[in-house]
C-alpha cells in the first residue's frame, strides 16, 4: 500500500519545540498543552500571518535541527516502509524544504518515498489539498492530527488515522470506519497495517 503520513506533530513533536521558539522571543510560557484549539493562531493570541512569519523563522533557526521524532515513530514507520511506500503529505511551505529534508534525514533516513508541501509564500497560500496529493500517489491512507485536514480527507473517502493532540479533542464527527483515533505510534491499532 502507499500510505501518506503528516510530519508535525504526528512524526516530529514540532509544537514543543516551536512554542519554546516563540516563549524566547515573546517572553510567553507556552506549553503544548495549552493548545487546545484546532485554529492555531488562537492558542498564540496572535493573527494566523503572524503565525506564518514566526514559523518561518523558526524553520530557519538552530532549534528548529533539535525538533525529536514523536515517541516509538522511529521504530513503527522503519516496521510500516518494510511493507508500504510512505510519502510524508505536510502544510509546511515549500520554502522550508531544506530544512524539512534535513529534519527527516536526522530521525528517518531513507524511510520515505517522497515529501509533498501543500503550502507556499511561507505558508500563507495552499498550493494542494493533501486529499489532492493522496489520490495523486494512490494512497487511500493518512496518517493525520489536524481536525481539518482529516475531516476533508475522510471526506474524499481517505482512511484517517487521527493522533491524539490537545487541538483534536474537541468535538467534530468521528465518522466511523473512515476517522480513527490513534493514541500514539505505540497504538496496537496501527499494528493492522502491518501484514
Ligand atoms: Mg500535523
Not at 502507499?2 to 512554542?19: H, M, W
Not at 524566547?24 to 500571518?49: I, L
Not at 475522510?154 to 468521528?174: E, K, R, S, T, V
Request: glycine letters at 6%; hydrophobic letters at 40%.
Amino acid at each position: 500500500m502507499i500510505i501518506g503520513v503528516d510530519f508535525d506533530d504526528v512524526l516530529v513533536n514540532s509544537s514543543e519545540t516551536f512554542a519554546a521558539f516563540w516563549n524566547a522571543v515573546h517572553g510567553t510560557s507556552f506549553k503544548k498543552e495549552h493548545f487546545t484549539h484546532h485554529e492555531f493562531h488562537r492558542n498564540w493570541g496572535a493573527t494566523p500571518e503572524d503565525v506564518a512569519k514566526m514559523w518561518m523563522r523558526f524553520s530557519k533557526a538552530e532549534s528548529h535541527k533539535f525538533t525529536p521524532a514523536a515517541a516509538g515513530a522511529k521504530s513503527m514507520v522503519a516496521r510500516l516502509a518494510q511493507f508500504h511506500k510512505l510519502h510524508v503529505v505536510t502544510n509546511r511551505p515549500l520554502e522550508t524544504d531544506k530544512e524539512t529534508y534535513q529534519l527527516i534525514d536526522v530521525h528517518f533516513p531513507g524511510i520515505f518515498s517522497d515529501i509533498h508541501f501543500c503550502t507556499k509564500n511561507g505558508g500563507t497560500t495552499r498550493a494542494q489539498l493533501k486529499s489532492d496529493v493522496c489520490r495523486k500517489i494512490g494512497s487511500g491512507i493518512m496518517l493525520e492530527d489536524h481536525p481539518h485536514g482529516a475531516q476533508q480527507c475522510a471526506a474524499d473517502g481517505i482512511h484517517i488515522y487521527l493522533f491524539d493532540q490537545p487541538w483534536n479533542q474537541g468535538a467534530f464527527p468521528l465518522l466511523p470506519g473512515t476517522i480513527v483515533r490513534v493514541s500514539s505510534w505505540q497504538d496496537k491499532i496501527l499494528e493492522t497495517l502491518l501484514p
